[in-house]
């Protein structure tokens, strides 16, 4: 079954400065590609997505990059703020199922 | 427009005891899943609905865990009966079907403690 690997597991940044997260999908066949914001004893909230038909995809501060080749996408989030630290989680879709990394805690400090 | 509903949203109850979990999708959403989340094992998938049909319940940790969905708009999760390892946030999330719907709008959650 598909298995996403997700890097870092904690990302301590400046308020202002830009921080990227990693994961890996090992299922060629998986198409979609969402991300989640999860504050502290909230639910999961969708960020921004990506299809498997699209290399970039940008949502003002926030954007997502796909390399089907490398089975690899990134979100990169520039002029990180406060309101930014949560734990960020990726996933890759295939027939409807999400399958999870394991999860990025985000700190922005002011 | 209202979102995800899930109830109870806090449950506490002894081991042995049966817990019944409830999700009222979106309306119009097609599918709806049920995840349990816990600290050592992440965000994991029990099982799915498409159109009131279960697709895919090999999530499912053990015969203890049920899941009906009995229209378009009720799903419930049992567990019977409970153990302290079933102790976690269980959200259900929905979303549409085919390209282009496969967003899922998670749920509130149920945090739920088996003493």
């Known amino acids: 079954g598909e298995n996403v690997e997700q890097h870092p597991s904690t990302l301590s940044v400046q308020e202002g400065d830009s921080a990227v997260i990693k994961c890996t999908y090992s299922d060629s066949a998986s198409n979609y590609f969402p991300w989640y914001k999860q504050e502290l004893g909230k639910r999961p909230q969708l960020i921004i997505d990506?299809?498997?038909?699209?290399g970039e995809k940008k949502d003002q501060r926030i954007a997502v990059t796909l390399n089907k080749t490398a089975k690899h996408f990134s979100l990169h989030i520039t002029e990180t703020q406060p309101e930014d630290s949560a734990v960020y989680f990726c996933a890759a879709s295939i027939f409807q199922k999400l399958v999870f990394g394991t999860g990025t805690r985000l700190l922005v400090s002011p | 427009d209202a979102g995800v509903i899930q109830s109870p949203r806090h449950e506490v109850t002894e081991m042995g005891q049966e817990v019944t979990l409830r999700c009222k999708p979106i309306s119009g959403h097609n599918s709806l899943f049920w995840y349990r989340q816990t600290m050592m094992r992440g965000l994991e998938l029990l099982i799915y609905?498409?159109?009131?049909?279960?697709?895919?319940d090999s999530g499912m940790p053990e015969d203890r865990f049920s899941a009906k969905m009995p229209n378009a708009s009720f799903s419930t999760l049992k567990i019977q009966p409970s153990e302290p390892r079933d102790s976690a946030v269980y959200f259900c999330?929905?979303?549409?079907?085919?390209?282009?719907?496969?967003?899922?709008?998670f749920g509130p959650g149920t945090r739920l403690l088996v003493l």
């Open positions: 990506i299809r498997s038909n699209v």
């Open positions: 999330a929905s979303g549409g079907r085919g390209i282009g719907q496969e967003t899922q709008y």
């Open positions: 609905f498409n159109n009131n049909v279960p697709i895919d």
